[in-house]
């Protein structure tokens, strides 16, 4: 009985431990170029871009089948109650005299004939091609053809957009981690102080008051670390619903410090031609200048030859069968005084585009001119930082050094370890906050 009761402790541990050891495996840690490709494969907008440029291409198929001929097939079937007669009335022909010198009447009796049958049916099929709308027609499928560059630049758009939200919230993660660092020497120094301060207060040598400063800054230091718990939290909250990976299985992976080389300013200005805004509002304007054209064609008038056969039983004064072809002229008069205000309308539309266009080139040189200044002070921050640094290190070695010959506090030390970790997260959030600047100068150019 006892082994029994021992075999399930033993079996329950193994479960349990197992389980653990799922979840704690369950955990992976992401790199800044998994988290992109995740959100590119699972982002609903961008796959809502997708369906649209489907939807796009299919109108694009359907329009392009207007411009052959339309075939169209019609039927009837009718009964009619009441026929129609035709009476003949005796010598409505007139009368020849016969041999025996009488005059006969033709006809000689009044007649009736029944026209037309009881059941009547017919069918008939008819082709219609388009002449004079051809032109039209091929400016349509142009136009089609603008809204799936328009719907891809869109997405592209989106994409960069979800790339450059992606980049800053992993960035910002990895600086809010480094500065809890910084905190936690921080809060370490002041624990450190107030215990220093309560043996001196004990040995009274300082008053209460001291200590209640130092309580202060420990409320602090901890207030702060909190803070940036939470911030922590929020980053990874946006990264696990932009990237479709769950909070709790997120973990950031450190990234390289790589260092781009930067070209001259209008070398970036003159690849700012590549920006989905400014590629979306050029096309923009081709849609108007279409547009303009499609009113001029609208004068036009439809002319389309159209040919047929038909089938009918049951009127004896239309053909049982019939073939047929010929030309089709339809011509709204109306439309030659309203496509004038359309025509305005459409001018109007170009007009507007071209200034668009124009607006976004100044903005886009004012963006890509900051950002790019941007990088540079970047740099210049991150020379300084090092700087930082290297005294802070000198610095605590020297403490180092004091601590081996047992000539300074416990205290000097933290408070140099503290300074260094405040310089090194410095370093470290200057070396991140170039690479953001960096991804937002190749977002401008649309790299």
Known sequence: MKLNIKSKILLLLVLLMNAFGLKAQSKQAYSLQQLIESAMKTNQLLTIK???????????????????????????Y?????????????????????????????????????????????????????ISQQGKIKTGLDLNRLDIRLTEK?????????????????????????????????????????????????????????????????????????????????YLSDLSYLSNIKTD?????????????????DEYKADAAANPDLQ??????????????AVQQSNIPDVGAVAGYSYQYGNPI??????????????????????????????????????????????????VEKTWRKVNQSKILIGVAQKVVKYRNNALKEQQDKSASGMNINTEMLEAQAQLAQAEADLYAADLSYLVAVAELNNLIGK
């Open 318 to 367: 239309l053909p049982t069968v019939n073939f047929f072809v010929g030309l089709n002229l339809k011509w709204n008069l109306q439309d030659l005084f309203t496509n004038k205000e359309v025509m305005n309308q459409r001018t109007f539309q170009v007009k507007q585009a071209e200034e668009n266009i124009s607006y976004l080139k100044n903005q886009l040189n004012s963006e």
């Open 78 to 130: 009718q009964y009619n109650f009441k026929l129609a007669e035709l009476s003949i009335p005796a010598g409505v022909l007139g009368s020849v005299t016969t041999n025996t010198g009488t005059e006969q009447l033709l006809p000689q009796e009044s007649s009736k004939f029944t026209l037309g049958e009881r059941h009547t049916y017919g069918m008939g099929l008819s082709v219609y091609q388009p």
């Open 280 to 293: 979306i509002a050029e096309i923009t304007k081709e849609k108007a200048l279409l547009g303009v054209k």
């Open 249 to 265: 299985s997120l973990i950031i992976n450190d990234t390289d410090l790589r260092s781009e080389s930067l070209k001259v300013l």
């Open 50 to 76: 997708d369906w649209q440029i489907l939807e796009k291409k299919s109108k694009l198929r359907e329009d392009n089948i207007r411009k052959y001929p339309a075939a169209s097939l019609d039927g009837n």
């Open 154 to 234: 869109e997405k592209l758009k989106a994409s960069q957009q979800l790339r450059l939200s992606i980049e800053k919230l992993y960035y910002g993660v990895l600086i809010v981690q480094k500065k809890t660092e910084e905190s936690k020497a921080k809060l370490a120094l002041a624990k450190a102080k107030l215990y220093d301060a309560e043996g001196a207060l004990n040995a009274g040598k300082i008053i209460s008051t001291s200590i209640a400063g130092l309580q202060a800054s420990i409320a602090e230091e901890e207030q702060n670390s909190m803070k940036l718990t939470m911030q922590v939290q929020d």
